[in-house]
């Protein structure tokens, strides 16, 4: 690979056509300059190479295209990682959900396109620094729970296009940080629930913009 001689890279973008897992002279390198990086795996039975991606210890901004079959813990050593987007990423697993939290300068997250747990949970402690959460077409995901003390720095929350979720995650309210809230696309019977008096409406009554676009109605509505 031509890119490996280029150890000074700040901006790195990669598209993979096979398996980026063959072993190449050079393959040991560490990119400890490279401060962007974006990986696209273009063909549906081919996973992100973490080998890649593992010798980039030094990245603030990681967007990752294309299946997810795990995620190392590895990671967890990426101190300066604060900006992450997974596009098209397969399906999630508990233990995904788990090193994603642990991530320790992790203050931007984006899920766009993908399937999450059924039922997720948000540990107490977890995602310490998340800023911005923005959640875009994510299947599968029906049930949430924040834990009391998990994402205690959240200020601002996307949700798009999730139409499985079924409610806003039980223990939103106890994100007192949280300023903005928008939700687009998303089906009446869960917008119902946000507006004084539905279900959901003390769990955002303390946050000071919620902008909700574009109702999906029901199909059986009138």
Same mark, same amino acid.
């Given at each position: 690979?031509? !890119?490996?001689?280029?150890?000074?890279?700040? @901006?790195?973008?990669?598209?993979?056509?096979?398996? &980026?897992?063959?072993? *190449? @002279? &050079?393959?040991?390198?560490?990119?400890?300059?490279? =401060?962007?990086?974006?990986? $696209?795996?273009?063909?549906?039975?081919?996973?992100?190479?973490?080998?890649?991606?593992?010798?980039?210890?030094?990245?603030?901004?990681?967007?990752? #295209? &294309?299946?997810?079959?795990?995620?190392?813990?590895?990671?967890?050593?990426?101190?300066?990682?604060?900006?992450?987007?997974?596009?098209?990423?397969?399906?999630?697993?508990? $233990?995904?959900?788990?090193?994603?939290?642990?991530?320790?300068?992790?203050?931007?997250?984006?899920? $766009? %396109?993908?399937?999450?747990?059924?039922?997720?949970?948000?540990?107490? %402690?977890?995602?310490?620094?998340?800023?911005?959460?923005?959640?875009?077409?994510?299947?599968?995901? @029906? *049930?949430?729970?924040? *834990?009391?003390?998990?994402?205690? #720095?959240?200020?601002?929350?996307?949700?798009?296009?999730?139409?499985?979720?079924?409610?806003?995650? $039980? /223990?939103? +309210?106890?994100?007192?940080?949280?300023?903005?809230?928008?939700?687009?696309?998303?089906?009446?019977?869960?917008?119902?629930?946000?507006?004084? /008096? &539905?279900?959901? !409406?003390?769990?955002? +009554?303390?946050? =000071?913009?919620?902008?909700?676009?574009?109702?999906? *109605?029901?199909?059986?509505?009138?």
């Amino acid at each position: 690979m031509i !890119f490996l001689k280029l150890t000074n890279l700040r @901006k790195l973008g990669v598209i993979i056509f096979d398996g &980026g897992e063959k072993k *190449e @002279k &050079g393959t040991n390198i560490i990119f400890k300059h490279l =401060q962007s990086l974006s990986v $696209d795996s273009w063909w549906k039975d081919l996973a992100i190479p973490w080998n890649i991606v593992l010798r980039c210890p030094n990245i603030y901004k990681l967007r990752l #295209s &294309g299946e997810i079959r795990e995620l190392p813990e590895e990671l967890l050593r990426f101190t300066n990682l604060t900006k992450l987007k997974l596009k098209r990423f397969g399906n999630l697993k508990d $233990d995904h959900i788990k090193v994603l939290e642990k991530l320790p300068s992790l203050r931007i997250l984006f899920a $766009d %396109g993908g399937t999450f747990p059924a039922h997720l949970v948000c540990s107490e %402690g977890g995602f310490p620094f998340l800023e911005f959460l923005s959640l875009d077409s994510v299947e599968g995901l @029906k *049930e949430w729970k924040v *834990e009391k003390g998990a994402m205690p #720095s959240l200020c601002r929350l996307h949700i798009e296009y999730c139409s499985d979720l079924k409610a806003l995650p $039980d /223990g939103l +309210q106890h994100i007192t940080t949280l300023k903005e809230l928008t939700i687009n696309s998303m089906p009446s019977e869960f917008c119902s629930r946000l507006g004084e /008096g &539905g279900e959901d !409406f003390y769990k955002i +009554q303390h946050v =000071q913009s919620v902008i909700i676009t574009n109702i999906i *109605e029901d199909e059986d509505s009138e």
